[in-house]
């Protein structure tokens, strides 16, 4: 059974609160709240795909320490500007 777009948008939204460091616990959730909804289904996907990731490296690839896989490129620099707009 597919999971409903609104049950992953909320179990994704949570992913992105609950991170193994405290750096991308504040950076995550502000940048979910904001830009989840609008995602279409293959995003969320990948978002999905990227929170699997390990968080140093997630923490490298947004503050610019490492590059981030090219499949993860263009929403790590979303995350990025989101970031500057909206400091924590």
Do not use: C
Not at 10 to 37: C, F, N, Q, V, W
Not at 49 to 64: A, R
Request: glycine fraction near 4%; aromatic fraction near 6%; charged fraction near 30%.
């Amino acid at each position: 059974m597919a999971e409903l777009r609104e049950h992953k948008v909320k179990r994704l939204h949570m992913r992105s609160m609950r991170r193994g460091i405290k750096e991308m616990d504040l950076i995550l959730p502000s940048y979910a709240a904001t830009r989840l909804e609008k995602m279409d289904d293959d995003t969320l996907s990948l978002y999905d795909e990227m929170l699997s990731e390990n968080d140093h490296d997630l923490y490298q690839w947004v503050t610019g320490q490492s590059n981030a896989p090219d499949v993860y490129a263009g929403m790590i620099e979303e995350i990025r500007v989101h970031i500057a707009d909206n400091p924590l």
